[in-house]
């Protein structure tokens, strides 16, 4: 008997992709160093001083010229904020090396309100981020290939594509890939500042676009400083990603996180002073046209290099560190979702951990968010950098308040120095926010500060859902110990071999009940059920359904109204079905049964056994003409949880009268283990429960390992009880990991297993059950 699950070309194809899974035991070993961590973490606040300077003075351009001088004292207040930032977080990373970053003071110090604020600021500007990030990328590489220009959504697709893969690899692999542009990128800067500064020792090189004519559009107002202040303070992007990471890092976390934070500020803030400062030197001038083609970035390294290797070469590290930028989103967004999803304010497939030990559906969601964004706004880069600072200041500014309220509240040694430190941060943040919000409103920002309520109350309703959900479960209405009846009910069709093989399976069962009842076309009735009476003379006489002429589901709901259970007492729907393959589309061809299936879970004390009947058992001619008259029956709980709904799985299963009986679970975490063993015990649940170690966080393997173990014995037939508890409304369908269709999926083309869906209707207060499949 196998004992190993088959490979597919869909399994190939992830692993030449992704790469091989790695166990959870060796999660320490993915942990980074400070020299791979800079990249992962840092590469968005780096690079973001490739487009900062630009943005500035796209903003001063509006006022003609002239106006344009006034960027340096504006980058030295920006690159001063910087250094308050900067330091402010080093502070909130030792204080919470558990991550998190602003949701997280922002909740301990500020409330949960406050909190979530900070989170839905924080997620909303990672997908700006991609987007932006990659969008910039794309403008560098048109820079250097203007023909490309037209292309620019599709080409900024494509990258979140590829850094989508790279992420999904691992953390330590996309680090060791985005090493090389950030670290390119910083010596090129640099090497382009040097020989910059070097020229300009004799006479400075002038910029082409020196005589551009910028006529004044408005005036050089304070509002238009304080619009290109806050333009150009997207420099400060990506400052809070180190702390929301910092179990990413090597031991000691926290120290190494804010040595990290040290290198990116003294890194950031000479770039940018010194992108600014050449700008200035070289006469660099830019409006709306050129910005979309040749950023100022790109016009300092040609009136630098000119179109020489070397321009060429720091136009490919700055299109690289710029898309690769992104990647600092991609780390955290997923991290700061699981931690939501801990938190159940998102949904709990946010926690899952991939095959690379990442938080893959984070990763993948936030891909397609930011690919969405790219293609709605065309690619263009102002129009996407008007929405980006609101959620950063915002998050920046909550997170330091909470800092301030927390040293005040434990007054630990050095309490006032650091008081002071955060309380100039939070100030300093909440001006910046104040200045943003009031000079980008009308030119995007709008719709941030319109997302971000709407993500809380989103954090909120599924918070709502999930604390109901535990508190239904968690009545302590069910006993598992009560014995109860268990009445089948088998759908004949005709006496073929998918009827022959769930009769076998009903014979290991040795059912007290059964009622037959023939779902085919009338004509076939008499020879059904002479062959019925013949086959399996002793599971009751085979009658027609009433009005399956009319639809089976209709027709079945209406009979099983008419079948009085008692409220300990089940009722058991057994479906033989011929099953082809295990792909979706075979479900899909299948889909009468599969609407069947959906429409009996929402009855009361009602199961769904599925009895499939596989290839291997379909070829097995023998079993048509000799129906197996005895066996054992084995039957397996997969469990997840301790609560009312393992309970009554746990009952159902014992109904069934096996000769063997256990609940298993899969292990990915050992304290989910200790809490899971001390439930059971705690809840009497009359079965035995074993441990199996899912080393890979996939229940897939183990399980099929399981089943096979117990189907390997000649004659042993596994009923498989997955307990399925049942929620109000459609939405609340994704908020769960839909595991049971998943094992269902698993074990279709099994032979000599079904499966038995055990539903568990929630009520609310009131008493009303609620419906839909969790």
Not at 49 to 73: D, H, I, N, Q, R
Not at 262 to 286: D, E, K, P, Q, Y
Not at 562 to 588: I, K, N, R
Request: net charge neutral; hydrophobic share 50%; charged share 15%.
């Amino acid at each position: 008997m196998e004992t190993t699950p088959r490979i597919g070309l869909g399994e190939v194809a992830k692993r030449l992709l992704l790469g091989h899974a790695i166990p959870s035991s060796q999660a320490e070993h993915q942990l980074l160093p400070k020299f791979l961590a800079l990249p992962v973490f840092s590469s968005d606040a780096l690079s973001s001083v490739a487009y900062a300077t630009e943005e500035m003075m796209l903003v001063l351009a509006l006022a003609g010229s002239g106006a344009l001088s006034a960027k340096l004292p504006l980058s030295i207040g920006i690159a001063l904020l910087l250094a308050i930032v900067v330091t402010s977080y080093r502070q909130t990373v030792k204080a919470y090396p558990q991550g998190g970053g602003s949701y997280i003071v922002a909740k301990e110090n500020l409330g949960t309100l406050p909190g979530l604020v900070a989170a839905a600021a924080i997620l909303s500007d990672y997908v700006l981020t991609v987007a932006v990030s990659v969008t910039a990328g794309t403008i560098a590489v048109t820079s250097a290939a203007p023909t490309l220009a037209e292309h620019k959504v599709a080409i900024g697709i494509f990258f979140v594509g590829l850094i989508t893969v790279a992420n999904l690899r691992g953390t330590k692999e996309s680090g060791k890939l985005f090493a090389v542009p950030t670290y390119g990128f910083i010596v090129m800067i640099a090497l382009t500042l040097l020989v910059g500064l070097i020229r300009c020792l004799g006479t400075c090189p002038t910029a082409d676009t020196s005589n551009l004519p910028l006529e004044p559009v408005l005036g050089l107002t304070i509002f238009l400083v304080l619009r290109a202040f806050a333009s150009g303070a997207t420099a400060l992007t990506g400052v809070e990603a180190i702390a929301d990471g910092v179990p990413a890092f090597r031991r000691p976390q926290a120290k190494n996180a804010s040595q990290t934070l040290l290198i990116m500020a003294a890194f950031g803030i000479t770039m940018f002073l010194g992108i600014t400062l050449m700008a200035h030197v070289l006469h660099v001038r830019v409006d709306e046209n050129i910005a979309q083609t040749r950023s100022v970035l790109s016009q300092i390294g040609e009136t630098v290099f000119g179109r020489t290797l070397l321009f060429f070469i720091l136009q490919i590290f700055t299109a690289g560190v710029l898309i690769l930028a992104a990647n600092t989103s991609f780390q955290d967004f997923p991290r700061l979702s699981s931690i939501l999803a801990r938190d159940r304010f998102m949904p709990s497939q946010f926690r899952n951990r991939g095959d690379r030990l990442v938080f893959s559906n984070g990763v993948v969601v936030l891909a397609l968010l930011a690919a969405l964004l790219i293609y709605v706004f065309h690619g263009e880069l102002t129009r996407l950098i008007q929405l980006y600072v609101v959620g950063v200041f915002t998050a920046f500014t909550l997170s330091q308040s909470g800092m301030v309220l927390r040293w005040r509240r434990l007054r630990t040694p050095g309490w006032k120095r650091n008081t002071a430190i955060n309380g100039v941060g939070a100030a300093a943040t909440g001006v910046v926010l104040v200045i943003v919000v009031a000079t980008k409103f009308t030119h995007g920002a709008w719709i941030v500060m319109v997302a971000i309520p709407i993500l809380v109350s989103g954090f909120l309703a599924v918070r709502r859902h999930y604390d109901r959900v535990a508190r239904l479960l968690g009545r302590h209405e069910v006993s598992a110990g009560a014995l109860r009846r268990n009445r089948f009910l088998i759908l004949v069709r005709d006496f073929g071999p998918e009827t022959v093989d769930a009769v076998a399976h009903l014979r290991a069962l040795h059912p007290e009940i059964v009622i037959p009842l023939y779902v085919g076309p009338g004509s076939g009735f008499a020879e059904t059920a002479a062959s019925w009476e013949e086959g399996a003379p002793r599971l009751g006489a085979l009658a027609p359904l009433p009005g399956v002429e009319h639809g089976l589901s209709r027709a079945l709901r209406r009979f099983l109204r008419t079948v009085d259970l008692g409220p300990d007492e089940f009722l058991t729907v057994v479906l033989p079905e011929v099953v082809a393959g295990s792909s979706w589309l075979q479900l899909l061809h299948q889909r009468r049964a599969l609407w069947l299936k959906a429409s009996l879970l929402f009855r009361s004390n009602v199961v769904v056994m599925d009895v499939p009947l596989v290839p291997a058992e379909l070829e097995n001619e023998r079993r048509m003409e000799h129906p197996l008259e005895t066996g054992s029956s084995s039957v397996l709980i997969p469990v997840s949880g301790v609560h009312d709904a393992t309970a009554r799985a746990v009952s159902y299963a014992r109904s069934l009268l096996p000769a063997e009986v256990e609940a298993v679970f899969f292990a990915t975490d050992p304290e989910e283990s200790d809490r899971i063993i001390q439930d059971w015990v705690a809840r009497r649940m009359s079965v035995p429960l074993a441990l199996v170690d899912a080393p890979f966080r996939d229940i897939g393997p183990p399980l099929l390992a399981e089943v096979r173990r117990r189907t390997a014995h000649p004659g042993r037939i596994v009923t498989v009880v997955l307990p399925e508890f049942v929620v109000g409304h459609w939405w609340e369908h994704v908020l769960h990991n839909q595991t049971g269709l998943y094992i269902k999926r698993l074990l279709l083309l099994e032979p000599s297993v079904v499966v038995a869906s055990v539903p568990y209707h929630l009520d609310d207060v009131d008493g009303e059950a609620t419906e839909a499949s969790a």
